[in-house]
Structures are given as structure tokens and as C-alpha cells.
Nanobody, 122 residues
């Protein structure tokens, strides 16, 4: 299983960043984030066989998942960034098809990448 996240950095509030996750051997993948002194939070995800992404309410309308034609890189386009979006972002995956009711649970994804830090300044 390959999981390599990249694209984090420092951006001003209102700005944009695009994260990328080089990924292999997955049925479902998701982006999670963890802010300092906070628990991990589901951000967005998508199944390998499927084009319907899932988003948390906190990012819906601002973040968009896409992927290349080989489905080997999954992108998270983040726009209208807020200081509350500051966190380490992780790409995660499962070799199993994660059912909808379990999609937002970190426990559904056995594989986690190393994370990439996104810092949004006010």
C-alpha cells in the first residue's frame, strides 16, 4: 500500500492549496486532519469504484476531491481557507469498500500516510 501526501504549506486566509496523495491498492480513501490539541477529523473521501465523494460539513463547498485518470493520485483542492483549517492532513486508505455509515470513522482506514501540514494565517 502506497500513501504519500504532499502539497501542504503556509497560506493566508481566503487562499487556496492543493494537496496530493500518491496512492495504490485501495478500495476507499479518505482525507483526515488533526489540528493541534484536537482529535482527528474526517475531511473528504471517495471510493475507487465510484465518483461520488463525501465531505464533512465543515469543508463542503470549499474543498473538492479529484483524481488522475489512473486513480493513482487523489487531490484535495482547498479553497477559501480559514485559520480553523490549520492541521496536519493525512491521506488514508482501506482495501475494503467502506460503507457509507462508516465512511467518516478513522477506524475504517487501516493505512495512514505521514501527513502534510497546512497552516492558514489570519
Amino acid at each position: 500500500v502506497q500513501l504519500q501526501a504532499s502539497g501542504g504549506g503556509l497560506v493566508q486566509a481566503g487562499g487556496s492549496l492543493r494537496l496530493a496523495c500518491a496512492i495504490s491498492d485501495y478500495a476507499t480513501m479518505a482525507w483526515f486532519r488533526q489540528a493541534p490539541e484536537k482529535g482527528r477529523e474526517f475531511v473528504a473521501g471517495i471510493r475507487y469504484h465510484g465518483d461520488n465523494p463525501y465531505y464533512s460539513d465543515s469543508v463542503k463547498g470549499r474543498f473538492t476531491i479529484s483524481r488522475n485518470s489512473a486513480k493513482s493520485t487523489v487531490y484535495l483542492q482547498m479553497t477559501s481557507l480559514k485559520p480553523d483549517d490549520t492541521a496536519v492532513y493525512y491521506c488514508t486508505s482501506s482495501r475494503q469498500r467502506v460503507i457509507t455509515s462508516q465512511f467518516r470513522r478513522g477506524e475504517s482506514y487501516p493505512y495512514w500516510g505521514q501527513g502534510t501540514l497546512v497552516t492558514v494565517s489570519s
